[in-house]
């Protein structure tokens, strides 16, 4: 028979990868740092009564999620252009699964997530920009943007400027951010990607309430100890299985005459 405690072991590990990788249903996030400072003013409208100008910074943020086990250090993006954060702010987040259904375009915004934005940017402000600007335009659920440029005014859009443009000032590397954003926009088209979201909702609906942002996906490496763990598990259960369907033989022991 599986002694017993094989089989737990099985189960323990599986259930701590698990914890490891996907944060509790809610909890909060909290903001380290800003990992670049490229400022720029965004202009939007929703068309659900959501709308403005606002002065931002177009980065990665770092954050820190806690939620019932040990806090999860990453850096994400902001797909919330209704709400403000700041660096050290604290906020209630709840974890969900419904990013591809939720916005018109969660499957593109998932794909340049997981595509373009997963790896450190701290040192490639252009990139960072760029993942910023793709994944706010595609927030916006009143239009479908396919590429991005300069407009007649100066400003930046996907050619619907009353629903998002973005003015870069005086910022040198205006054209380059432009035309990486429109390289993002036209890969994701067509995406079916799946991904998770923080929602800061939970936060309530204050202008500085916290943003909503992005849940990177679990490594490859760690895709694979799950299905090294889920493999091992059913390899046990299994073996329990065809143990317990093996019935106890009497004793062959000659009988005394």
Not at 138 to 153: E, R, T, V
Request: proline letters at 5%; charged letters at 10%; hydrophobic letters at 40%.
């Amino acid at each position: 028979m599986v002694p017993r405690f094989l089989t737990g072991l099985a189960l323990f590990a599986c259930a701590s990868l698990a914890v490891r990788m996907i944060p509790a249903h809610a909890g909060s996030i909290t903001l380290n740092s800003f990992n670049n400072d490229t400022p720029a003013t965004v202009t939007f409208d929703d068309g659900a009564g959501h709308s403005g100008s606002q002065s931002v910074l177009l980065s990665q943020l770092n954050v820190t999620f806690s939620g019932g086990g040990s806090p999860i250090t990453f850096n994400t993006f902001s797909v919330d252009l209704s709400h403000t954060v700041s660096v050290g702010q604290s906020y209630a987040v709840a974890l969900r699964v419904d990013l591809a259904t939720v916005f018109t375009n969660g499957s593109r915004i998932a794909y340049v997530f997981q595509h373009f934005g997963l790896e450190n940017l701290t040192g490639d402000p252009i990139q960072a920009a760029a993942v910023q600007i793709t994944l706010w335009d595609l927030s916006l659920n009143n239009h479908n943007p396919i590429a991005f440029g300069p407009d007649a005014d100066g400003t930046y859009s996907s050619g619907d400027e009353n629903i998002f443009s973005v003015s870069f000032g005086n910022n040198p590397d205006a054209s380059q951010i432009a035309s990486l954003t429109s390289q993002y926009l036209g890969a994701s088209i067509g995406a079916t990607t799946t991904g998770t979201w923080l929602d800061a909702a939970a936060a309530g609906n204050a202008p500085n309430r916290g943003e909503s942002v992005l849940q990177r996906v679990p490594e490859p490496s760690s895709w694979v100890m799950v299905t090294l763990g889920v493999g091992a598990l059913g390899i046990v259960l299994r073996l329990r299985k065809r143990w317990a369907g093996v019935a106890v033989r009497p004793s062959r022991l000659p009988r005394p005459r």
